[in-house]
């Protein structure tokens, strides 16, 4: 299991992770604020979208090697590698979500969490 500590500063995780997705051209970047929400599983999910399987596989991967680079830490969980879809990086207070559109449109996490403060980031 790979060791994993919990990043105190989850602004700094969280710079670093829209890093990593602006980095190799992610789409559509939300960082959505769930801390003010009740019975919330995380305090922060970045959202954005890649453009295929390759593209969606290859942001996990740039935001990982981002985060250990510059944080020496890992996720405590991910999921997805494997189509490639929706994979997920549960950083625990922050938690990536990298969709391809259709799914990222099935799925809207946006919608299910909009009583949050949602943000949308400029493309960089």
Known sequence: MAKTKKIDDKQLLMDVIIKGLQDKKAENIMCI??????????EYFIIC???SST?????GGAVEEEVRKTLKDRPWHTE???NAEWVLLDYVN????????EQRDF???EGLWAD???T?????
């Open 33 to 42: 604020d769930m801390r003010k929400l009740e019975n919330a599983v995380s």
């Open 49 to 51: 979208t890649g453009t």
């Open 55 to 59: 593209h969606v596989a290859a942001l």
């Open 80 to 82: 997805g590698y494997q």
């Open 94 to 101: 922050v938690v990536a979500h990298i969709f391809q559109a």
């Open 107 to 109: 799925y809207n996490l």
């Open 116 to 118: 949050a403060k949602i």
């Open 120 to 124: 949308k980031l400029k493309q960089a």
